[in-house]
C-alpha cells in the first residue's frame, strides 16, 4: 500500500475536479488495501457517484438523496461512517448493495461543512484498523484542500451542475 504523501503532489496539481476525483477513487483503495473505493459529491439535497475505482461496477454516476446513502449520512453528519457489516447496519440502503461485492466499509466526509465524501469497500465483514480509517481521514483532508483550490466552476459530470459550495457562496 502507499502513503497518502505520495498522492499529495498530484492532488496539490490537480486542475480541476475531474482530476481529483480520479486521484482520490485511486489514491483510496491504494492506502486502504480496499476492494472498491468512490469519490461522491454533495449535489445539494443529493449525493452524486462521482467516480469509483472498484473490482466491479459500484455507483458511478448515480444519485442518490443524502437521507438514502451512506454517504449522505458522512456529508450530513460530518462523522465518518464505519461499516463492520452492510447487512446489520441501518445506515445501509440494503437493496443497493446486495448485488455488489461490499460487505463492509468505511465512508469519510470531505470539507466543512462536508461538500464531498470518500468511500472505501470491502468484500469480506469486518471493522477496517484503526490505521487505514486515520489514512483515509488524512486522504479527505488533503482532498478537502484541493476542492477549496480548484472550487466547483468546472462540473465535468452534467451541464448547470450546481453544488452545495456554490449555493452558499451565490
Not at 65 to 85: N, Q, R, Y
Not at 114 to 139: K, M, N, Q
Request: include cysteine.
Amino acid at each position: 500500500m502507499k502513503a497518502v504523501q505520495d498522492f499529495q503532489p498530484a492532488l496539490a496539481g490537480a486542475g480541476d475536479l475531474a482530476a481529483i476525483a480520479r486521484i482520490v477513487r485511486s489514491a483510496a483503495r491504494d492506502v486502504t488495501g480496499a476492494q472498491g473505493a468512490t469519490f461522491v459529491l454533495r449535489e445539494n439535497e443529493n449525493c452524486f457517484y462521482a467516480d469509483e475505482d472498484a473490482i466491479a461496477p459500484l455507483w458511478k454516476g448515480q444519485r442518490f438523496p443524502l437521507t438514502a446513502c451512506i454517504s449522505g449520512w458522512a456529508m450530513l453528519h460530518d462523522e465518518t461512517a464505519i461499516v463492520p457489516d452492510i447487512e446489520t447496519d441501518p445506515r445501509i440502503p440494503i437493496e443497493a448493495y446486495r448485488t455488489t461485492f461490499v460487505r463492509s466499509l468505511v465512508m469519510v466526509p470531505v470539507g466543512s461543512p462536508p461538500v464531498a465524501a470518500i468511500g472505501a469497500y470491502w468484500s469480506r465483514t469486518g471493522t477496517p484498523p484503526a490505521d487505514r480509517v486515520a489514512t483515509l481521514e488524512h486522504l479527505a483532508q488533503l482532498t478537502a484542500e484541493a476542492v477549496t483550490r480548484v472550487g466547483f466552476n468546472d462540473a465535468p459530470w452534467a451541464p448547470n451542475f450546481r453544488y452545495a459550495l456554490d449555493r452558499d457562496t451565490a
